[in-house]
């Protein structure tokens, strides 16, 4: 019998693993290395830790012990939100009281606490600014991804163009019910671009 090597996996989205939240203040290095090493062994071997909707406070105490921590396995990280839909539904279990208007200042705050190493922000397209802040990332060469949002098929063409090209756990986070064929689901689906 041969063996199969396979190369690994890269987790665009991962909140936490083996027990560890990474949206958890001060994590200890050996909390991160233990949740790094569970990855691997799933066939994990690069991943963004994500960041959901938070102060900036809050984003910055979560960030800090991964900006210390030195495995090749993190290829930066993911911010989800704040910048979302607020309403039930596509707001998911993000809180409510930290979903921001997108805003190029706030983006760069995050970044420059994350050490420059955002590589991934999901945001909802059909917030007033959200074109902008694309724009600005992608710029900067951090990937776009649509989420926790009700867009129409317009304001999905819109982030496309302006540079979105990924969608963040498509059909989770919708609203409770969607029109049969004309949702943020099937204007995803349809764009071949995400």
């Known amino acids: 019998m ?51 909707t938070s102060s900036l406070d809050h984003f910055s105490a979560c960030v800090k012990p991964w900006l210390e921590f030195q495995d090749p396995a993190v290829a930066g990280f993911h911010i989800e939100g704040p910048y979302i839909n607020p ?54 060469g951090v990937r776009v991804s649509i989420g926790h949002s009700d867009a129409g098929r317009e304001q999905i063409k819109s982030a496309v163009l302006a540079g979105a090209t990924l969608t963040t756990h498509l059909g989770n986070a919708t609203a409770r019910t969607i029109q049969r064929y004309d949702n943020v689901i099937w204007q995803q689906l349809a764009c071949d671009e995400l």
Do not use: Y
């Open 2 to 52: 041969t063996s199969l090597t396979i190369p690994g996996f890269f987790d665009l989205q991962v909140n936490g693993f083996g027990g560890v939240d990474f949206n958890t203040r001060g994590l200890a290095q050996e909390q991160i290395a233990v949740s790094v090493n569970a990855m691997a062994k799933t066939g994990v071997t690069r991943c963004l830790p994500t960041f959901i």
């Open 87 to 140: 309403q039930d539904g596509p707001r998911g279990a993000h809180p409510r009281a930290f979903v921001a208007a997108p805003s190029i200042e706030d983006f760069d705050r995050r970044q420059d606490a994350a050490g420059g190493r955002i590589r991934l922000i999901t945001l909802a397209p059909e917030i007033p600014g959200s074109l902008a802040l694309i724009e600005h990332v992608v710029a900067r």
